[in-house]
């Protein structure tokens, strides 16, 4: 039988749940574009929208308009609860590194002792596609016998963790708001994210999607048309991009401009800084 129990059995399986989200999404998007734009008072816009004074309809395509704009402090004032589990550790040390407008609660492998049988692991499919699926699940066999070991001869969690490797999974509670979800997506549903981050982000986007599509729309890569329009990465891996047939790179913007620009594109000088801190009076 290929693949031994960690594969047969203890393939963690990622599951990705929206748990909660803002009450009233759009009546708060709507409160705080107009808070900036108007000179009616918070509480009065409040008081708008309470008497339905403006339609939803209205409410809708207002923010559908102003999503367009790039003005995105607004956005951090909806908020989203998920649930996901069965990630591995290669993926929490990646997706803990976005940091602001997002908190983490992350399962504990100090606190938390695994059962042998409990030990899941995530096994990467390029690892079967190479013919060593059974190598992956023999060694991550052995490590789990070994933890049950170590924990039955006491050494304590937090120390018999230290074997434990990225493969094994991890669960988390996640705070995030709309804001810096768009960039998540930015980086994580480009198809230079590894595989694992970019499915989670892409479960996410589904969550949402069903039950705000009007604003799961800009959640893209950052090449989407609702983005920046546009490929940054190198050449080379806009060449490799599926995306690549339908999606520019920089190079060919920057390539138009020097066509039919009216100055030529080059690196900006010192003199120009202080001639536009000059003219601004900085």
Known sequence: MRGGPIAMNNQAKMQVKLIDYARDPFEKLYAAFRTCYSVDTPIEIWEKIKAEKISHDKIREFITERLKTGHASPLEQVVFWFGISGVSR???????????????????????????????????????????DDEFSQLLERTSALYERALKAGIPAEDARFILPNAAP?????????????????????????????????????????ILPEIAVFLQPKCGENRMGYCDESLDEWAKCPLGKVRPHKSSLFEMYELHGKRKSRALSEEEFRAVEEKEQL
């Open 90 to 132: 290669s993926l929490s040390h990646q997706f803990v590194r976005h940091r602001i407008g997002i908190s983490f609660e992350q399962q504990s492998q100090r606190y938390v002792k695994f059962k042998q049988d409990k030990l899941a692991f995530v096994l990467p499919e390029s690892w079967s596609r190479a013919g060593l």
């Open 170 to 210: 991890t669960n988390f509670q996640v705070m995030v708001n709309f804001a810096e979800m768009l960039h998540i997506c930015d980086l994580r549903l480009c198809v230079r994210a590894q595989w694992e981050i970019r499915r989670m982000v892409a479960l996410m986007r589904a969550e949402i999607k069903k």
